[in-house]
């Protein structure tokens, strides 16, 4: 436990230093792992679909707010839906617009979490996002959350319907587009309860690990993760997607680890040198619960350079000694020699 609490301190220590330059490399990488999602997902315009104008995009997304990252997101994703299709073009548009005035009027500042929902679904661990919402921030930055989700399960729809969509036709054809886009967003259920679920494990894993109990956040883990499986278990059953809990007991095991890393990283408490403290004033009596922090501060490492310099000193030294002996006992230094 004492090389991982160096470990930590040396990561914190490090990142403390050089926050100014590891900030925009985090975004950088955030921005063009999301763009290069997108085009993967749905490079249907290929003036877009190009690796160097993607690390371009990414690099001026490293330097700016988090907020302009999720604008560039939003208009490669309407660019590549109107390449495919007029109608699929302007709902992202309508459906993005909307995500994006949430976003301001409710959790301005984790923009990020839109932007790494759909990569969580890549990797086939979107369960770990609610949780790490509920033990980092407030229940509110689950919106930008569900923003990412939504916005993943409408690119999965269009591509699902990808060979009709790209059909030209006349304008009773167009409005049929529409009306089979928004039947297939609206009508779908897995998306549905993905939302509910999630909302329902921020506000449990916010709720528990607030409360003033040992271990609150490990609780806080298990409880929302036990409560995802069972949830989207019994979901999974009931519209009829058996063949997901496979992926649903790996995905939740594999969420589990990350967030026990989140919360060594943050939240790592010494519960054997837990202190409760009880004061009074003239209308209150207080009862504190204190728990210390587990830290270790890194050694520092010095260097001890060894040279002759030293040997020399003293030689010089009891030469000095040698003459001023011969002094005292009044011999002459040249009958000496």
């Known amino acids: 436990m004492t090389v991982l609490l160096e470990f930590k301190e040396g990561i914190r220590s490090f990142y403390g230093k050089y926050e100014v330059y590891l900030l925009p490399v985090v975004k950088f990488l955030l921005a063009f792992s999301s763009f290069l999602l997108i085009n993967q997902k749905i490079g249907y315009m290929e003036r877009l679909d190009s690796v160097p104008l993607l690390l371009i995009m990414a690099l001026v997304c490293s330097i700016l707010p988090v907020a302009f990252m999720l604008f560039a997101a939003g208009v490669l994703l309407t660019l590549h839906c109107y390449a ?20 301001f009027r409710f959790a301005p500042g984790n923009a990020y979490y839109a932007l790494l929902a759909p990569i969580a679904y890549v990797l086939g661990i979107p369960y770990v996002m609610p949780a790490a919402n509920g033990l980092l921030h407030q229940p509110v930055s689950v919106i930008p959350t569900i923003c990412g989700v939504v916005t993943y399960y409408f690119l999965d729809g269009i591509t699902a319907n990808e060979a009709s969509l790209s059909e030209t036709g006349e304008e009773v054809e ?3 587009k ?3 886009i928004i039947k297939q967003f609206v009508g779908n259920r897995e998306m549905y309860l993905t939302i509910a679920v999630f ?16 271990y609150a956040w490990t609780i806080a883990i298990v409880a929302g993760m ?4 069972v949830a989207f278990f019994a979901g999974y059953l009931q519209i009829g997607m058996s063949s997901m809990t496979m992926r649903l007991t790996a ?10 890393i989140i919360q060594f990283f943050f939240f790592n ?3 054997t040198r837990t202190e409760r403290v009880q004061f009074e004033d003239d209308e209150y009596y207080y009862y504190v619960k204190a728990v210390p922090k587990r830290y270790v501060p890194v050694r520092a490492k010095s260097l001890k350079k060894i040279s002759d310099n030293g040997r020399s000193a003293r030689a010089r030294r009891d030469s000095v000694t040698r ?6 006992m009044e011999i002459d230094v040249e009958d000496e020699e």
């Open 84 to 103: 495919l299709s007029m109608p699929a073009g302007v709902i992202m548009l309508v459906l993005f617009a909307v995500m994006y005035l949430l976003y």
């Open 174 to 176: 167009l409005l049929s």
């Open 178 to 180: 529409f009306q089979e």
């Open 199 to 214: 909302t329902v494990t921020v506000l449990v894993v916010y709720v528990i690990r607030r409360l003033s109990v040992d």
């Open 226 to 229: 036990l409560m995802q499986y």
């Open 251 to 260: 995905g939740c095991g594999v969420s589990v680890v990350l967030l026990l």
């Open 269 to 271: 408490l010494d519960y």
């Open 323 to 328: 003459e001023e002996l011969m002094e005292d």
